[in-house]
């Protein structure tokens, strides 16, 4: 797994910053890697915050695109993760480039349900500008 770079929320001025992730443990089957990222480092463009962590726990942080959608858990990561996961909610079931390979196969069953992506869709959108 590599690097990455997550919107997340500034601890300082709440606004918008940037993580850089990296992959802390990786566990699983060579079909079903999963890894835990943490934050090294996050820049804050609104206040000039920066937070730098040498630890294994990383930097705490909270996602900046994340809801609650008919009581299950939505969140975007990054633009990238956005746009990846709008095109396959609005029509197209093929497998892409996705930041994590076996992304499309764990989408969640909630996620998965034509009537909910509608509105999956309209949220991303939003988490999109």
Known sequence: MK????AVRCSACTGR????MHPSGVRGTYREETC?????K???SSCGCVQVSETADGVP???WSKANILGNFLWVNNEAHGRALLEWTEGSRERKDFPD??????????LLN?????????????FLG
């Open 101 to 110: 390979s076996a992304y499309y196969e764990v989408l969640p069953g909630w």
């Open 17 to 20: 910053a940037v993580a850089n």
């Open 36 to 40: 835990h990222m943490v934050a090294k």
């Open 114 to 126: 034509a009537k909910h992506r509608p509105l999956v869709a309209k949220k991303i959108r939003e």
């Open 3 to 6: 690097t990455a770079k997550y």
């Open 42 to 44: 996050i820049i804050c």
């Open 61 to 63: 942080y909270e996602l």
